[in-house]
């Protein structure tokens, strides 16, 4: 018998075997989360994106929460305890569905639930974890304003000791889940240094209202935060970080999340542009039959397996407890960008049909201008990896 006979077949929907790098564990994972999409999601989401909203948000939190998917990644409280490769499974399962519900996932556990996990008190994780772990609770996460996105540093949200309580001014802008959030984590400047505060969002003097007018992430709740003379007691404040490092820590494993979930969107498009192209027929025969079309759907499969490939390794160096966030970096700045470019060149492939919603296509792409934009521009990515590759910063 040759060796060639004993090989398995090919399969298009896997042409790397990725899935033979999978447990059986994160294969049920994925089958999980791509059932619940498929059934809470997927019927419904163009719909919610035409009308610019995501109705049922505290519902589905509470579905995802059952489901294991908040706070995956983190252990106790909770918390499924999941493996950093079956979050990322999770990720690209739903943001195939939506980026807006992969942001909901990430802002809920990688950001609001991380930070409280990490650098919080003991009292703090068992006020929130547990309630946000179920999505009884939801969390966003304060950091970017109005003008100042890519440069927190310089933030002007800023918090003052009076007497035993602390008070919160300032403005925060983008913040996913802002106006149905039961908790803000909000970043601001005290007399020690950038600090993190657990702020119940019923808090005198905070408001969230939602931004409107989106043509991106409109499946998505998007605030404003305005904490205008919040007071809050001593204990609101994360006691264990102090500076930048807090924040920026969250970000990175947000970051990885998406490293995941920009494959997920491109997978989707790319599907639907395989479907497509089998069944549109022009001057006699199925499109997919002409060279050209081929070209495309050969070099969008690779971009898009290698993305994953790259995205799985990631995965298990953050298993191993080796991940960087210069790695991480790497992984949003080309995933996110290939994604893009996939999203493109489907809907060259479905032609006038690619901009109906129809079709999953514009809808993607319009999102992830916003997921290449937000946790890291191409810019601040690529100057990271900059650095890192010379030892010269460019920042300054």
């Not at 899935?19 to 994972?29: R, S, T």
């Not at 959030?181 to 970043?187: E, G, N």
């Not at 079309?293 to 799985?312: C, P, R, S």
Request: charged share 20%.
């Amino acid at each position: 018998m040759s060796a060639s006979s004993k090989l398995p077949p090919f399969d298009p929907a896997d042409p790397l075997g990725i899935d033979d790098l999978l447990e059986p564990e994160d294969l049920a994972v994925r089958d999980t989360v791509r059932a619940w999409a498929a059934d809470r999601v997927l019927p419904y989401v163009a719909e919610w994106y035409e009308k610019g909203e995501l109705p049922g948000i505290r519902e589905l939190a509470k579905e995802l929460g059952g489901i294991g998917a908040l706070g995956m990644s983190l252990s106790g409280y909770g918390c499924a305890g999941a493996s950093a490769v079956q979050y990322g499974l999770a990720c690209l399962e739903l943001e195939a569905a939506d980026s807006g519900i992969r942001s909901l996932v990430s802002v809920q556990g990688s950001l609001a639930m991380y930070a409280i996990h990490r650098f919080g008190s003991e009292e703090q994780k068992q006020q929130w974890l547990p309630r946000m772990a179920a999505g009884e609770a939801i969390g966003c996460f304060g950091l970017t304003e109005p003008d100042h996105g890519s440069d927190p540093a310089s933030m002007r949200t800023h918090a003052k000791r009076d007497g035993g309580d602390w008070v919160l001014n300032g403005r925060k802008m983008w913040i996913t889940n802002g106006s149905v959030a039961a908790v803000a984590v909000v970043w601001a400047r005290t007399e020690d240094g950038i600090r993190g505060f657990v702020v119940p969002t019923d808090s005198a003097g905070f408001s969230a209202p939602e931004i409107k007018h989106k043509w991106s992430l409109r499946a998505s709740v998007t605030s404003e935060l305005v904490l205008d003379d919040v007071r809050l007691p001593a204990d609101a404040v994360l006691p264990e970080v102090v500076g930048l490092k807090g924040p920026l820590s969250c970000l990175s494993h947000a970051r990885y999340g998406i490293v995941w979930g920009a494959m997920g969107a491109a997978r989707s498009c790319f599907e639907a542009a395989v479907d497509y192209a089998k069944s549109r027929e022009q001057f006699g025969r199925p499109i997919g039959g002409f060279q050209l079309t081929q070209a495309k759907l050969a070099d969008m499969a690779v971009e898009l397996h290698k993305g994953i490939l790259l995205a799985h390794h990631l995965g298990r160096r953050m298993d191993a407890g080796r991940l960087r966030p210069e790695q991480v970096s790497f992984g949003k700045l080309n995933n996110v960008r290939e994604a893009i470019e996939i999203c493109r060149t489907s809907r060259t492939i479905l032609g006038a049909n690619g901009i109906s919603l129809e079709y999953p296509v514009m809808r993607h792409a319009t999102n992830l201008e916003s997921v290449l934009t937000y946790e890291g521009t191409v810019e601040m990515h690529q100057l990271v990896l900059g650095k890192a590759l010379t030892g010269l910063d460019a920042f300054r």
